[in-house]
């Protein structure tokens, strides 16, 4: 392996998604190709239907692509089987999602501490509790997510997120259910654990400022990538 993709946690080589349709095949993504360094922050960015949120389930293994290809942390997905991908995300990434996905019959520590827990941490409900902490909830430990607001409940499922220390975090419009004052709440928290652990963050988002808040910016439109640039202020590192 050269020393430039051990640098790239994601390289992303020719990625192309087609579904087959009544009217006959649709093509979400043509040709993708894009590499992302270890520690580094990106925004995807697209309108409505570009194809973004399918890449981002592309990179993280939800999806598999028609061809081209992923390499996660130097693993390539499409030699991989669904179990196989699934062990690389409980041991590498972290996810956040728009909708929180908490789950219901869970209390905020209980939420956090599951996927430490599965993946055989010791110290599940310790590394639970500091995370909490961190994100300003340590005074709703044995709350339920319908006694959380909004903000609050985002707030746990970063938590969650980032439990395992992942090495890549996958954030799919993390505040698009909030108002204003939780939103920023959530991006800062997102950025701040980012650069405290060190971990690669990949999001999608309509927001043109939070978009500039990441080291570089992805242009998704109609299935292909138009733009792939730095943000002001930031050493080019494409």
Known sequence: MSVLSQLNII?????????????????ILSDINFSVKSGESVAIVGASGSGKSTLLSLLAGLDTASSGDVFLDGEALKTLDEEARARIRAQKVGF?????????????????????????????????????EQVGLSHRLSHYPSQLSGGEQQRVAIARAFVGMPKI????????????????LIENLLFELNKAQGTTLILVTHDEHLAQQCDRIIHIDGGKLIDNRVTEGVANVV
Do not use: R, W, Y
């Open 11 to 27: 390289q992303v080589k020719g990625l192309n998604k087609t579904v087959s349709t009544f009217e006959g095949d649709l093509t």
């Open 96 to 132: 956040v999602f728009q909708s929180f996905m908490l789950v219901q019959s869970l209390t905020a520590l209980e939420n956090v501490m599951l996927p430490a827990e599965l993946a055989g941490e010791i110290n599940a409900k310790q590394q639970a509790t500091e995370l909490l």
């Open 169 to 184: 975090l996958f954030a799919d419009e993390p505040s698009a259910n909030l108002d204003s004052k939780n939103g920023h």
